[in-house]
């Protein structure tokens, strides 16, 4: 669909990555310039760069991304002309309708494309889209995005009101989307266009209630089955960056720290005691040579060792800090990542209400199967209500 080449050439689309939230397309013209609040640039600079290059602007004002484009990049940076459909829904629509390379699929409203840019890479060129858009002005704006994507062997794109006029193709198409109104006013046409000899499938995509009560009835009156209705959330989540909680290594040693800091300071409270009392008892005594001499001799040992430092030093018999536990960075200092759910989901796009048609004859065969057993079931009832009346 978009160029496979390795480098940007002019006349090719990028999408320009801004911000997670900005992005735009872009049709590389030689002599055109890109001016935006994160700068200015000529198309000419970006030919020959790599896809993927970030890509700083000529008045240094800031920097771009210069992307390929894919069906989702597409989705997020398309000029929207109506509601879309985004990747969430999108997948869960192919993945259910079963849409893979080769298949032949109906869509209803085209309205910005969305969908068929997706539907288009997967079903592939050996697979086709019908797209069917009864505005005009969508119709044709589509249609020439869809050639200048390289989509014209792939996709067909029609203008005409589907639930008055049906599809163009009958007994063809393997399944068909309808994102419109009243898809209820076209199933009995989804179904002339679907194929008749083998399963096939189709899905309505309604915002409300009501619509897909409708559409229900519309294709149970039909005659498909296995009607399921999904609705799909989108559920954001966000990162935010907290203190990392200690350790158990690092728990420990900060426990066995805050143990040694209150042994020392136990024992200097003893000794200061001890120094306290000594220094009552020599006030009381009567200071004669010999005393004086010995208890001058302990003062000296112990004012020797206060002037030493030694009080503050851990005394004999202290546990030392914790000199040997891994030096670990205070809690606060090391950060994790943690990514969490928003509390509140916002609204969900709509409800995708699915259904099956099989062919004919496995059809009839089922329904001729289902009878049976219900009389066989009504039969065998009958005797015992008879037995208990
Ligand atoms: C919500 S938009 C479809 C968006 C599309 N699925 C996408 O992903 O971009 C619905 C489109 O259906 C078109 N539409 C509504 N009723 C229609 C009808 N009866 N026949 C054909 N198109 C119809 C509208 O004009 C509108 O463009």
Redesign the pocket.
């Known amino acids: 669909m978009w160029s496979t080449a390795r480098e940007i050439a002019d006349g090719d689309l990028v999408i320009i990555w801004f911000t997670r939230d900005a992005l735009q397309p872009l049709h590389i013209t030689a002599g055109k310039e890109l001016n935006t609040r994160f700068g200015v640039y000529r198309h000419s600079d970006l030919v020959g760069v790599p896809y993927g290059s970030k890509v700083g602007s000529r008045n240094g004002k800031g920097f771009i991304h210069v992307l390929r484009p894919t069906p989702e990049l597409w989705t997020l940076a398309l000029p929207h002309?109506?509601?879309?459909?985004y990747l969430a829904d999108i997948a869960f629509v192919t993945s259910w309708l079963d849409i893979k390379p080769g298949s032949r699929v109906i869509?209803?409203?085209?309205?910005?494309?969305?969908?068929?840019h997706s539907t288009a890479r997967t079903i592939g060129p050996t697979g086709h889209l019908w797209s069917?858009?009864?505005?005009e002005a969508?119709a044709s704006k589509a249609r020439e995005e869809f050639t200048r994507h390289g989509m014209d062997g792939i996709v067909t794109l029609n203008h005409?009101?589907?639930?008055?006029d049906g599809f163009t193709v009958e007994d063809t198409v393997d399944a068909v989307f309808l994102?419109?109104?009243?898809p209820w006013?076209?199933v009995q046409h989804a179904k002339k266009a679907l194929r008749k000899d083998r399963t096939t499938r189709i899905c309505c995509?309604s915002p409300c209630m009501e619509q897909v009560m409708r559409t229900v009835s519309a294709l149970n009156d039909a005659g498909f089955t296995d009607i399921t209705m999904f609705e799909t959330l989108l559920r954001p989540q966000q990162v935010d960056v907290l203190p990392a909680p200690p350790s158990v290594a690092g728990a420990a040693a900060q426990l066995k720290r805050a143990e040694a800091r209150r042994e020392e300071k136990r024992l200097r409270q003893i000794a200061q005691a001890q120094r306290a009392k000594r220094k009552r008892d020599d006030g009381d005594g009567d200071g004669g040579a010999e005393d004086g001499g010995a208890k001058g001799g302990k003062r000296a040992r112990t004012e020797d060792a206060e002037d030493s430092g030694a009080a503050d030093t851990p005394l004999a018999g202290t546990p030392a800090p914790a000199a040997d536990a891994a030096p670990s960075a205070p809690a606060e200092e090391r950060k994790i990542s943690v990514s969490k759910a928003f509390p509140e989901v916002r609204g969900h796009t709509s409800y995708l209400t699915f259904a099956v048609l099989l062919p004919p004859a496995v059809y009839a065969a089922a329904q001729g199967a289902a009878e049976a057993q219900s009389s066989a079931a009504s039969g065998a009832a009958t005797p015992q209500a008879d037995a208990a009346a």
């Open positions: 002309r109506t509601q879309i459909l869509e209803a409203g085209t309205g910005s494309g969305s969908f068929s069917y858009e009864f505005h969508r005409r009101n589907v639930c008055k994102d419109l109104p009243a006013e076209a995509f």
